[in-house]
């Protein structure tokens, strides 16, 4: 019997120090929270070297998070500036390259969380924002304490070389907050970025002085909510100088403010000859916090563009938008001599697009016809409908097509286009333009270009 009893006793006792199933605690009512920051994306790459999005100092350099309770009410409070090791707050300079941190386990009553966390505040040296940054726990801190900041022109504080880096919000719940868990918060930049290429298709060497677009907003709110875009009425302006060779290429990128507007933005080049090339966006008129927009910008001594549109099977399933090289030396009625490299076994629309007046004109899909036509020919117009052609593999060989278009002035318009084709690539490579949008999330692949043919400003 007393051996019976003692089975029993030590039964009981080892049924007593199981782990609660919700999770370790130290006091009824209370569980573990961890949380791990950084900016949109990062989390999931662990390295800015592996976002193909960022570049250095797009990240992390001040950090300030605050955990606050169904009331309103501070739990608790993290701050954080210029400390880093590996890409983690420790105690080395950061500079603007945290892209984590972890906050370890802590305890707190159970209850709804809200978890607010902001990132680089002081190049904007906002009164209102730094009211916020120094709120003590115990304090009160609500959606209403945020909603009417405003931040002025965000993107015209940040100087990455000069350690002033991009402002970050976000707000994260509200959540119920009944086990042990681990929030994962990810930052929103309060700006977006454009990710340019220019290209000389003059047969003269230029010098690009400068890439103007507008219009943007002034100023934009300091917490992310649906229908808060302002509208634009500023320019933003990358102004280091490109020496561009014929035919060659160049790239740009500068930071701007969150905007929606009416219409398209517009972008103005200016050349070492004081020459002022202007051209418009067609697919966006707005570029949201924490988006860039890649943009191809052509300049060209002519007014008359070719555009490709090439589908993958099925046929109309997915488009590619090809930019033909310009010829160069063309004459005002024959555009010249364009080439194209198309995948294999696509089909195909060329439009045409002639710039006047300083803006883009519409593109209107082009007649198409064959320089050398057979029954065999791995290039086939559409009988019913000659703005289509089909083609096969050319096998490294090229074909010409004769491209003819009426301009809005009754003009005609005539081009040979030369195409040779290459084996089809997997679809992530080709930037598949799914949803009409350019613009892409910081973290987002595939990406893809709108293209911008840039023409001389008339007098």
Request: proline share 5%; with cysteine.
């Amino acid at each position: 019997m007393g051996i019976c009893w003692a089975f029993l006793l030590g039964g009981l006792m080892a049924c007593s120090s199981e782990e609660d199933p919700a999770g370790p605690t130290s006091d009824e009512g209370y569980r573990t929270l961890s949380i791990e920051i950084g900016a949109e994306g990062s989390l999931a790459t662990k390295a800015y070297a592996d976002d193909k999005n960022a570049y250095e100092h797009e990240f992390m350099n001040e950090l300030c998070v605050f955990v606050v309770d169904e009331n309103g009410t501070i739990e608790k409070k993290f701050l954080y500036s210029g400390e880093t090791k590996n890409g983690k707050f420790t105690g080395e300079p950061v500079d603007g390259n945290a892209y984590e941190w972890r906050s370890g386990d802590f305890e707190l009553p159970t209850g709804t969380k809200t978890i607010y966390a902001f990132a680089n505040w002081s190049g904007v040296n906002n009164k209102e924002w730094n009211e916020i940054i120094n709120k003590a726990e115990g304090t009160d801190l609500k959606d209403e304490d945020l909603s009417d900041i405003a931040i002025s022109d965000p993107a015209g504080t940040i100087n990455l070389n000069n350690g002033i880096y991009i402002p970050m919000s976000v707000k994260y719940g509200s959540f119920d907050f009944q086990v042990s868990q681990t929030a994962r918060v990810e930052l929103i930049r309060l700006v977006g970025r454009v990710d340019g290429t220019i290209t000389n298709n003059r047969a003269s060497a230029i010098t690009v002085n400068s890439v103007t677009m507008r219009p943007f907003a002034t100023e934009v709110p300091l917490m992310f909510t649906e229908g808060t875009y302002k509208a634009g009425e500023e320019a933003k302006t990358f102004a280091t100088p490109l020496e561009l060779a014929s035919g060659k290429s160049g790239t740009f990128r500068f930071y701007v403010n969150e905007t929606a507007n009416e219409n398209p933005f517009a972008v103005e080049v200016l050349l070492g000859d004081d020459k002022r090339m202007t051209g418009a966006l067609k697919n966006t008129k707005a570029i949201p916090r924490n988006h860039f927009l890649p943009l191809a910008l052509n300049i060209s001594d002519n007014d008359f563009d070719l555009y490709i549109m090439a589908y993958i099977a099925p046929i109309g399933g997915y488009p590619i938008q090809v930019m033909p090289n310009s010829p160069l030396g063309e004459s005002e009625q024959t555009a010249g001599l364009y080439s194209a490299k198309l995948p294999e076994g696509c089909s195909f629309q060329v439009f045409g697009s002639v710039v006047s007046g300083g803006g883009a004109g519409e593109k209107k899909a082009c007649r198409l016809s064959l320089e050398v036509s057979d029954a065999n020919s791995p290039v086939k117009i559409d009988d019913t409908d000659d703005t289509w052609a089909y083609v096969t593999s050319l096998s490294g060989q090229q074909k010409t097509l004769s491209v003819t278009f009426t301009d809005a002035n009754g003009s005609p318009r005539t081009a040979d286009l030369s195409i040779t084709t290459e084996p089809l690539k997997d679809l992530d490579k080709y930037g598949i333009q799914t949803n009409g949008l350019y613009l892409r999330q910081w973290g987002e692949v595939p990406r893809w270009y709108e293209i911008v043919p840039m023409m001389q400003k008339n007098p």
